[in-house]
């Protein structure tokens, strides 16, 4: 089933996230997937400072396909889509357009863990409402 974006970033590609080709540094898409992703977050008016100080997410797969070239100066339209909202993860996919044109497409699976005990526990009640509920606006 194909996902309808639930929220799309802008961002420019800056010269500091291209390498020596000229093109973006392979790594540098993550960081732009990273900040849509908490920009969407926001959109949700989910946050860290909502979650107990001993929460984290750490992204635990993470995968980003290019389709085509991206360069310093391109602008890029990232739609951040859920895929999936399970007990201690939430799955997200995102698309980096460059116009008309896919130039990247990838996702993340973020897990929700305790910080003391290093181990997976339940996304809190707000994070699993409000992803789920935007995912079956979504569909």
């Known amino acids: 089933m194909k996902l309808m974006p639930n929220f799309t970033h802008r961002a420019r590609v ?4 291209t390498d020596a080709s000229g093109r ?3 790594t540098a898409m993550l960081r732009y997937y990273e900040t849509a992703e908490q920009e969407f977050l926001r959109s949700l008016g989910l946050g860290h ?3 107990p ?3 984290g997410f750490p992204r635990v797969r993470v995968e980003c396909e290019y389709r085509s070239a991206v360069i310093f100066d391109d602008q890029l339209d990232i739609s951040v889509s859920v895929k999936r909202v399970g007990t201690t993860s939430y799955t997200l996919e995102f698309i980096a357009r460059k116009g008309d044109t896919i130039a990247a497409n990838g996702g993340f699976v973020v897990v929700c863990v305790s910080r003391a005990r290093g181990h ?3 996304l809190p009640d707000v994070f699993r409402e409000a992803l789920s509920k935007s ?3 979504a569909r």
Do not use: G, S
């Open 53 to 55: 100080p001993d929460v």
């Open 120 to 122: 997976a526990q339940a």
């Open 14 to 17: 800056a010269f500091v996230d």
């Open 24 to 26: 973006i540094h392979f």
């Open 135 to 137: 995912a079956a606006i």
């Open 49 to 51: 400072h909502l979650l």
